[in-house]
T-cell receptor, first 112, second 115 residues
Framework: GDSVTQMEGPVTLSEEAFLTINCTYT??????LFWYVQYPGEGLQLLLK?????DKGSNKGFEATYRKETTSFHLEKGSVQVSDSAVYFC???????????FGQGTRLTINP | GAGVSQSPRYKVAKRGQDVALRCDPI?????LFWYQQALGQGPEFLTY????????KSGLPSDRFFAERPEGSVSTLKIQRTQQEDSAVYLC?????????????FGPGTRLTVL
């Protein structure tokens, strides 16, 4: 079945550092890809998405590009802030499906 | 406008008890999903409704789990004869329509602890 693998955490960075969180997927057909974020004490929120190959999703300074050839959707941000501290989940919806399939999550901590 | 709400936010049950978890989706949202999130893991799909029709229940882990959405709005997830392995956060999400182009909005979850 469809699956998502993301880099294990926790990840700890200093403010203004460059961030990459790796995500790879296995899916039949042509999935749509997502990054969700869970801030402390809050519910899951959609951060960005891409629905076809080579699409780039972006939001709040975060970017991720749908790479079909490497089955990847890595999350990047050029300069992180303390407020970016959260748990990040990579996810997909498989072709023809409705449900989200999530990775295990990566806890990110940004120190001032 | 109000988002997805869930109640109770926390539930402690003794092993063997039955529990009922409620989800109020965003008004007018056709699709409703239930997910289970174990500690330190990503959410896992349980079941999906389109209006009142339960179109996919492939993720329900056993016949002790039952979900309903009788009027196409509020949904209830019921767990009978709870076991310790049922301890998790149960998340509800709704979307205007189904499919990957429609954002799923998540509620805050119900944290279930089975003693």
């Amino acid at each position: 079945g469809d699956s998502v693998t993301q880099m294990e955490g926790p990840v700890t960075l200093s403010e203004e550092a460059f961030l990459t969180i790796n995500c790879t997927y296995t899916a039949t057909g042509y999935p749509s890809l997502f990054w969700y974020v869970q801030y402390p004490g809050e519910g899951l929120q959609l951060l960005l998405k891409a629905t076809k190959a080579d699409d780039k999703g972006s939001n709040k300074g975060f970017e991720a590009t749908y790479r079909k050839e490497t089955t990847s959707f890595h999350l990047e941000k050029g300069s992180v802030q303390v407020s970016d501290s959260a748990v990040y989940f990579c996810a997909l919806i498989g072709g023809g499906a409705q449900k989200l399939v999530f990775g295990q999550g990566t806890r990110l901590t940004i120190n001032p | 406008g109000a988002g997805v709400s869930q109640s109770p936010r926390y539930k402690v049950a003794k092993r063997g008890q039955d529990v009922a978890l409620r989800c109020d989706p965003i008004s007018g949202h056709v699709s409703l999903f239930w997910y289970q999130q174990a500690l330190g893991q990503g959410p896992e799909f349980l079941t999906y409704f389109q209006n009142e029709a339960q179109l996919d229940k492939s993720g329900l882990p056993s016949d002790r789990f039952f979900a309903e959405r009788p009027e196409g709005s509020v949904s209830t997830l019921k767990i009978q004869r709870t076991q310790q392995e049922d301890s998790a956060v149960y998340l509800c999400a709704s979307s205007l329509y189904s499919g990957p182009y429609n954002e799923q909005f998540f509620g805050p979850g119900t944290r279930l602890t089975v003693l």
